[in-house]
């Protein structure tokens, strides 16, 4: 019997939480810094060094803030995530998510824990959203987001009983070999 369920940005977010984690051997390979449930402990943002987890900030219950950070130390990325069910959110979102991009890549920079780190690591901005039609609604996103550096779409696709995660890059020259490995294009 097929399991009943309604698309949110809650499954969203989790799927693709999810995509990084299951195939991860430890923290070193994808480590999930910051997720921001519907409800819950959202002021936390935790970071993977030295072989143990320290929180390094955190956000105010009404501060913008993205709905999900992952970093990898092993591939030097770390991944600014916007999460929302369906596509035309983010397109009516879109000036609101391209200046928490900007707040968070400085926010995060500057970071005394952390700061030293994360100079040397490629730092990409994603969305995420449920998909029917991956082509299409890539097309929508080149056109909002074409000014946004280093974006990369994770569509969530139905695959039978089961959801999917696929990537495209605003920009092909930045396909990493890291993130192919964990969530096929």
């Known amino acids: 019997m097929a399991t009943e ?4 940005e809650e499954i969203v977010r989790q799927t693709l939480e999810v995509a ?6 430890d923290h070193e390979d994808w480590f999930i ?4 449930p519907t409800a819950g402990p959202w002021k936390k943002i935790s970071f993977y060094n030295n072989n143990h987890i320290t929180r ?7 501060e913008k803030r993205p709905d999900l950070i992952i970093y990898s130390r092993k591939y030097k990325l770390l991944l600014i995530i916007e999460a929302k069910d369906y596509l035309p959110e983010l397109l009516k979102n879109a000036d609101k998510i391209k200046e928490t991009f900007i707040k968070e890549k400085g926010k995060l920079s500057i970071l005394p824990l952390i700061k030293d ?3 040397s690591v490629k730092i990409y901005n994603g969305l995420v959203f449920f998909s029917e039609n991956l082509d299409k609604d890539f097309e929508k996103i080149k056109k909002e987001y074409a000014d946004v550096d280093n974006l ?4 969530v696709m139905q695959e039978g009983e ?6 495209k890059y605003l920009n092909k020259k930045l396909q990493e070999k890291a993130l192919q490995a964990f969530i096929p294009s």
Do not use: R
């Open 5 to 8: 369920y309604t698309i949110n």
């Open 20 to 25: 990084f984690t299951k195939n991860a051997k």
């Open 33 to 36: 810094c910051f997720s921001n």
């Open 56 to 62: 390094i900030g955190g956000y105010e219950k009404e």
């Open 117 to 119: 780190e994360i100079s």
């Open 152 to 155: 990369i779409a994770f569509f």
């Open 162 to 167: 089961n959801l999917i995660v696929k990537q």
